[in-house]
C-alpha cells in the first residue's frame, strides 16, 4: 500500500471582526470548517482556495497571504492532511447560487463563538489557522509556485 497525505486548501476570511465559516453534512454529524477542501488535478493551491470558497460559500474569494502549511494526522479516520491555508478578501457574492451538497450554510461568526463550537469543528486546524491569521502570520502568495 502506498501512503500519501490528503491535500487540501482552506480560505481564512474575516470581516468586520468575524470569519466566515461553513456548516456542513459529515459522516460525524453536523459539523463547522472554513471554506476548504482536496486540491485537483492541475490546480494551483490558490485557485483551488478560490474554487471551494465560492463552491461552498457563493462568495467570490481573493487569497492575499498565505497563513501557514499544516500537517495534521486524523487517527479516527487514518488518514493525514497536509493543508495550505490561505487569507485574503471577499470580492462579490452571489446568494442565489447553490452551495455544495452537503454544504447547510455559510455562516459569520466571532472569535468566541467559534471557539465555543470548537467540539464541532471539522478538525483542529480551524481555530489554529485563525489564531495563527490573528497572530500576523501572513506569507507571500508567491512561496507557493504552481509549475504547470
Not at 502506498?2 to 476570511?13: E, G, L, Q, R, S
Not at 474554487?51 to 461552498?56: D, G, I, N, P
Not at 489564531?131 to 507557493?144: N, T
Amino acid at each position: 500500500m502506498v501512503w500519501k497525505p490528503h491535500v487540501t486548501v482552506a480560505a481564512v476570511i474575516e470581516r468586520d471582526g468575524k470569519f466566515l465559516l461553513v456548516e456542513e453534512e459529515t459522516d460525524d454529524g453536523i459539523r463547522y470548517n472554513q471554506p476548504a477542501g482536496h486540491l485537483e488535478c492541475n490546480e494551483s493551491l490558490s485557485e483551488a482556495a478560490v474554487r471551494e470558497a465560492l463552491e461552498e460559500t457563493a462568495y467570490t474569494f481573493e487569497p492575499e497571504y498565505l497563513v501557514g502549511v499544516y500537517n495534521w494526522r486524523s487517527e479516527v479516520k487514518d488518514a493525514t492532511y497536509l493543508r495550505f491555508s490561505f487569507a485574503g478578501k471577499i470580492t462579490g457574492h452571489d446568494p442565489l447560487r447553490p452551495l455544495d451538497d452537503g454544504i447547510l450554510s455559510a455562516r459569520w461568526l466571532t472569535l468566541d463563538e467559534i471557539r465555543t463550537l470548537a467540539p464541532r469543528h471539522r478538525s483542529p486546524l480551524i481555530l489554529r489557522c485563525i489564531e495563527d491569521f490573528l497572530a500576523g502570520k501572513r506569507y507571500p502568495l508567491e512561496m507557493v509556485t504552481h509549475y504547470a
